[in-house]
Structure formats: C-alpha cells, structure tokens
C-alpha cells in the first residue's frame, strides 16, 4: 500500500491525484480537460483516474479563480508557476542494490551547490567529479536545497514545492543516477531541506491551505504551523520521501530554531521517529540540524536508527571562534566570540558547543545553549567555511583571500583530525579562491526588495566597497561563483590538495577504528595561541593535540608531550608557528 497522502502517484491503471484545500469550495483537476476533484473530509480533494500515465501534466484549479501547481509536485519543468508532472519513480534502475550506507563514524563531507559545483550546473555533470571527491577522502557529497525555485539561479533556501527536485539542475532521473553513481564509488549522498518556511515566490499556499501557516513570522516568511496534522504530515512525508524514492543517506534540516515548536510533541521528533522507521528496514540514514540555540537534548550520535534525536548538529560556534581567531572580524554575531577566540576554539573542542547557556551579546543579552560535553563528539559537524559563512559576507569571499595559507592549514590540521565530524565547502580541499556570493533570480518588485534587504545588511561594506559589491540579480554575480576547477591544477591548489589527502588518510586510519565510545577530554588555551586537547578514544588510547596557532614559536617542554606521534615532527622546546602535532598514547 502506498504510503504517501499529498500529490501525484502512479496507480495499477492511472493516477491518483491528492489535495488538501480545507479553505476551496471546488477543485478542479486540469489536464487536456478539467476534472472536478471529489471532496472528502478535513479538506482533502482526491480524484483516482484511469489512464494517466507518466509524464502528463496537470494543475488544480481552486473555485474556478486561480489555477495552482500541485504543491507536492515531484517535478516541474516549466519552473514553479508551471504545471506539474507526474512522474515514474519505479521507471528508474538502480545498479547500487546492495547499497547500506555507512556508519556516522565515518563521514567527511563535503558541501556543494549543483549549479555552481561544474561549469555545466547539473546533476549529471556532478557525476563527473565524484572520482576527485573519492580520492580526496571525501565519505559524504551534501547537496545544498534543490526543492524547486523561482528562476535559474538560486542558493536554494527559496524552495516553494518541497518534492520537486529544481529542474534548471535535469531530471529526477538525472540526480537519482547522480546518487546511484555515488553509492557505487562509496560515497553517501545527504540533501539539505527547509521546513522553517516557504520561499517568497510561486507559494500559493495561501489561497487554498491558510491553516499552513501561523500569524508567526521567520526572517524568511510566515511561520509554518506543525500543530496541524496535515502540515506535519505534508513535511514528514517529505523527508521520506527524498529519502526513499532517490535513496539519499541523510538529511540536513536547515535553521530548526525558526520552527516555532508549539504543541506537546514537536514536529522534529515525529520526523526522526518516522526516518528511524525506514532505516531499519534499509540502511543507514543519518539525520543533522542546524539550529542556532544549541539545543543539547536534540542530539544523540549513537541512537542508530533515530528514534526522536538527531545524529549530529553543524557547529557555528567552533567556525566563529576560528573565524574571529584567523581574521580578527568582530562584526555581527561574531562578537559574542571576541573575548578571547582561541579559549573559545578550546571550548569547542573540549564539549562541543561554545555556548552552552551563556549569555550571548549578539542576542542581547539571552541565554543560548545546552551543556553539551557529555555528548558523543561526533554529534557535531565542525567546519571552517561552509555556505552562508562564505556567501553572507559582502563580497562572498573565501578564508584564502584574507588569511594565509600556513595558518588556514594549521586549522585544518585540526579541523580534519580530531574527534568531531569534518566538513568542508565544495573547492576548500585545494584551497580555491572562488567567490560564493549569494545569488537570486527574482524580478520586479521582489528583486528590488532582495537588493535593499542585502544594501541595509552590509550597510558599512557598501559605505567602503560601493559597485564592488556583487548585485544578487545579476547574472554575473552567480557565473563568478562556479568553481574554478582549473586552478587545483596550479601549484598551491595540488599543494592543498595533497595536504587534505594526507590528513584525511590519518583521519581513516588512526581516527575513525577508534571512534566508537569515544568521550571529550580537556582543552587549554594560552592567548599567545598555545593550544592543547585530549580526547578519549574508544579503544581506551588517549588522543592529544598540540598546535601553535600563530606566527611566533613558542616554548613547550618535550617532557610533556606523550604518546606516538601520528601527525608533525616532534619538538625541541619549541613550537614553530602555526604548526600542529598530534598523538596517540596507549592505555
């Protein structure tokens, strides 16, 4: 029996058609001819009709006023206004049959955005490069939002029809043999997805199904309301959906601190409970949040499959404090990391999160945080660059156009070493210089909206940069962030590259047997950029970390370093600069 309640799916002699349109008196169903839909109850339209196959196209029509794309399309290859498309998802062949998955413990991912990752912007030319990703020791390909936007271009936090894959990237056939090819060579495939809103254009949400959403507002749009049955179901749905039909391993829940979570039982746990129920039968699937009040209690790396928790939660903190330590840049948010970044650095390698109930200065003054040392490290993503770090700064530069390269390998040294998850952003493993500046493809009186929103939030850059500035609508402004792949070619890109080989090696054959049971240890930081930590390992070894994190060599006893070296020569009494040392001592 099939599972799903929203949209379009393939019956013995036909198509199913589903709606929930509590707020229309008539739907009708538009494909050569209308086809009124039958009225059920709690507001579901339904129409079972034999002798629609794959590839017709359809909209509803609500009260004869406004005719609307199924808002659970599995695709729409004329853009979001456009019609639907029914389609096939048994036609595909899939050739990774025996494909499992692969234990949390051994992911190293990598962040990419299709439309930029290849000069060709699709899913098939991604296919291309997966061999790069392999060989680099990449275990994990994330896939920034595809649900279907307004335009050609976009970062795709705008999705407005969450099951149709964009169709500027191909064909949902094309990115299910994107993830096929994947599996084949080892690798997971994971997808970022948005349920804190709607992007601002194509949603008619609205007309037909107001009870979506509450009077509540995001910085992105009307809050969604999971109160309601049918609005949890339609988001739970989703997720299994993309992860059944294309097979991906695992889900990134963009920005979950704008879910207003009202209600005994929040939507998120619901949605773990539902992925831990498909994974049991299948694979494993490893489910990651984004939330910027560091909730603690959402996570738990071992529970396999979820069963309300989360396996693992990006960690802002630890990219802020290194971001501040690096750059010296104390505007925004970063100012809660001023202080003193590397005892912060320390914090995070210790327990996790920086903040763990603190008071933070960027939220004036509110408490932010969870105690977080008693989780497993691996319950958090660590990473120095990734998209909004990159693409929300004014010019959508890169840490290599202002910090220099013995310094950034130095964090990476680290970064791609120690207990936690590593993730890096698509070109970072040789070191590309490639803006990623934040691009849109809206018209009239929206783009002009999205041109003064971004003028008011990068008031000072414009006040000292003006015209340099990259225009989010220009077309320019999103071929400037296509990855220059020619330049890993180049000297310093094959120096990277080699580097980031060479940790992650270590990382897969010193780090990752010994993960399981792994616990926090300490951190010590000295503001001379002294850095020390240890972490207990699952087989009982103990692994230390020493690193000068700055550009003068500092004195250190050689008696006090123990264990066998694994990463750096050993020292003489002093630490060179921004160098790293790590060890494995035995019980």
């Known amino acids: 029996m099939n599972e799903r309640k929203f949209g379009a799916w393939l019956t013995a002699d036909g198509t199913l058609f589903r709606l929930w349109a509590p707020a229309a008196k ?31 196209r359809y909209k509803f029509r609500i009260d004869d006023e406004i005719d609307v794309p199924d808002p659970a399309s599995a695709f729409q290859p004329d853009d979001v206004s ?31 955005h299709v439309g930029t990752f290849t000069p060709e912007g699709t899913y098939r030319a991604m296919i291309g490069k997966l061999d790069h990703l392999v060989t680099t020791g990449i275990t994990a390909l994330e896939l920034m939002p595809l649900a279907d936007f307004a335009g050609q271009r976009n970062w795709g936090y705008d999705g407005v029809l969450w099951y149709a894959p964009d169709s500027v990237y191909g064909r949902p056939d094309d990115l299910k043999a994107l993830i096929d090819e994947a599996h084949l060579r080892g690798l997971m495939v994971f997808l970022d997805v948005v349920y804190n809103h709607f992007g601002p254009e194509g949603n008619y949400l609205g007309r037909y199904a107001p009870g979506f959403f509450t009077e509540a507002q995001t910085p992105w749009g009307s809050a969604i309301d999971y109160r309601v049955p049918q609005v949890r179901a339609f988001a739970i749905e989703n997720a299994l959906y993309w992860l059944r039909e294309y097979r991906f391993d695992g889900l990134r829940l963009d920005a979950v601190h704008a879910i207003p979570e009202l209600g005994e039982i929040s939507m998120l746990h619901d949605l773990s409970v ?78 996790g999160f920086v903040y763990q109930g603190e008071a933070s200065a960027h939220r004036g003054g509110q408490l932010r945080g969870e105690p977080s040392g008693e989780l497993h490290p691996t319950a958090f993503v660590n990473f120095l660059q990734n998209h909004d770090q990159i693409g929300n700064r004014a010019l959508g530069d890169r840490l290599e156009s202002n910090v220099s390269a013995s310094a950034i390998e130095a964090a990476l040294a680290i970064t791609l070493l120690a207990p936690m998850v590593p993730m890096l952003f698509m070109g970072e493993e040789w070191g590309s210089k490639a803006p990623f500046p934040f691009f849109c493809d809206f018209k009239g009186d929206l783009a002009e909206a999205v041109r003064n929103g971004r003028r008011k939030e990068f008031a000072g850059a414009y006040a000292k940069y003006g015209d340099e500035i990259p225009d989010p609508l220009d077309p320019l402004t999103f071929q400037s962030a296509i990855l220059d792949w020619q330049s890993l070619n180049e000297q310093a890109g094959r120096k990277r590259l080699a580097l980031v080989q060479n940790l992650l090696a270590m990382r897969r054959r010193e780090i990752v047997p010994r993960l399981a049971g792994t616990t926090f240890g300490g951190a010590h930081a000295q503001d001379s950029g002294l850095l020390t930590a240890h972490w207990r390992m699952g087989d009982g070894a103990t692994l230390h970390l020493l690193a000068n994190l700055s550009t003068d060599g500092i004195a250190h006893k050689q008696s006090e370093t123990t264990g066998t070296p694994i990463w750096g020569d050993a020292t003489s009494g002093l630490v060179p600069p921004w160098s790293v040392f790590w060890r494995l001592e035995a019980r």
């Open 274 to 351: 539902a992925v831990g129920k498909l994974a049991a039968e299948t694979r494993h699937i490893h489910l990651v949040l984004e939330n910027d009040d560091n909730s603690a209690s959402a996570l738990d790396a071992g529970q396999d499959p979820p069963r309300g928790k989360y396996r693992a939660q990006w960690n802002d903190d630890y990219h802020h404090a290194w971001h501040v330590w690096l750059t010296g840049e104390t505007q925004g948010y970063y100012r809660d990391y001023t202080t003193s970044p590397m005892a912060d650095v320390a914090r995070a390698l210790a327990s």
């Open 26 to 56: 008539r739907v009708d169903l538009l494909l050569e001819k209308p086809q009124p839909l039958r009225r059920g109850e709690d507001g579901w339209f339904c129409a079972d009709l034999a002798g629609v196959k794959a590839g017709a």
């Open 82 to 112: 456009g019609p639907s498309e029914v389609i096939d998802h048994a036609s595909y062949r899939w050739r990774a049959t025996d494909w499992r998955g692969r234990p949390w413990q051994e992911t190293v991912a990598i962040e990419t």
